[in-house]
T-cell receptor, first 114, second 115 residues
């Protein structure tokens, strides 16, 4: 079955410390992978994407993610959390056959403590 | 350039009333998606259009829901009659098929409360 799993529903970090949001996917195809961020009362915004180029992908606001095929993972990281990073983060998987086959994870709420 | 524009941002209505949500996609985008977000189910794809034509409406919950896209710059999602379980945030998103990268541009959503 094709799916995406976000291992943590809630992550809390102190400002200035590293962020790690975990995502695993299951697929028999070569997927495209995305991280989206949703700030309160806003729509989702693309943070970064992997589409079979470099395995380490850099996104906006200092975020990056590494595609690890052997682990079927696409974890999102940031070296130093900022208060403005507090939001909901969604890992999304897309398969190559059609435009509607986007699988959204259940989301990870990131809290940043001053 | 303006992003995806949705209206209304908030709607409170009583059970049985008709609700119409509106969306203006980004100019030039040829795909339009309607999603529903709830705490219980997360993000669910309801329907999507390509060049104004509905391609997949298998996510539409039931016949009370309908969606139209009369032209490239406007789409509606209608619920008639509405029920309390329809309470959710409804998102519209558009994309450019030419990129074929799955990047969606989301509106800010319409928060629907059915009493």
């Amino acid at each position: 079955a094709q799916s995406v799993t976000q291992l943590d529903s809630h992550v809390s970090v102190s400002e200035g410390t590293p962020v790690l949001l975990r995502c695993n996917y299951s697929s028999s195809y070569s997927p495209s992978l995305f991280w989206y961020v949703q700030h309160p009362n806003k729509g989702l915004q693309l943070l970064l994407k992997y589409t079979s180029a470099a395995t380490l992908v850099k996104g906006i606001n200092g975020f990056e993610a590494e595609f690890k095929k052997s682990e079927t993972s696409f974890h999102l990281t940031k070296p130093s959390a900022h208060m403005s990073d507090a939001a909901e983060y969604f890992c999304v998987v897309r398969y190559q056959t059609g435009a509607n086959n986007l699988f959204f994870g259940t989301g990870t709420r990131l809290t940043v403590i001053p | 350039d303006a992003g995806v524009i949705q209206s209304p941002r908030h709607e409170v209505t009583e059970m049985g009333q008709e609700v119409t949500l509106r969306c203006k996609p980004i100019s030039g985008h040829d795909y339009l998606f309607w999603y529903r977000q709830t705490m219980m189910r997360g993000l669910e794809l309801l329907i999507y259009f390509n060049n104004n034509v509905p391609i997949d409406d298998s996510g539409m919950p039931e016949d009370r829901f309908s969606a139209k896209m009369p032209n490239a710059s406007f789409s509606t999602l209608k619920i008639q009659p509405s029920e309390p379980r329809d309470s959710a945030v409804y998102f519209c998103a558009s994309s450019l098929q030419g990129t074929y990268t799955g990047e969606l541009f989301f509106g800010e959503g319409s928060r629907l409360t059915v009493l």
